[in-house]
């Protein structure tokens, strides 16, 4: 049974970071390509970082570029998000995302990022 439980949201003022932590189970993680999501109120679930397994490929969207990091640690199934230079525009439930090879795909709970004076 795969599992990703993500941790590390909570409120934070604008100009502020935060470290997103996602922890897969009941999968051969460094198989699998992690990505972190973004819902916000009312708006459909975007695209927001993503890495290959190894690592070596990463992309951002566009408005998260030089202000956030993608990163994973394969020996202990865990991919981060570094969030700096956060803007009330951020807020939103964060999600993470695995998709094997083969195209099956996992989402965690979520959790929530407020961005707030």
């Known amino acids: 049974q795969v599992q990703l439980v993500e941790s590390g949201g909570g409120l934070v003022h604008p100009g502020g970071s935060l470290r997103l932590s996602c922890v897969a189970s009941g999968l051969t993680f460094n198989y699998y390509r992690m990505s972190w999501y973004r819902q916000a109120p009312g708006k459909e679930r975007d695209f927001v970082a993503g890495m290959n397994g190894d690592g070596r490929i990463r992309k951002y969207d566009d408005s998260v570029k030089g202000r956030f990091t993608i990163s994973r640690d394969n020996a202990r199934n865990t991919v981060y998000l570094q969030m700096n230079s956060l803007q009330p525009e951020d807020t939103a439930i964060y999600f993470c995302?695995?998709?094997?090879?083969?195209?099956?795909?996992?989402w965690g709970q979520g959790t929530q990022v407020t961005v707030s004076s």
């Open positions: 995302k695995a998709r094997s090879p083969g195209d099956d795909v996992y």
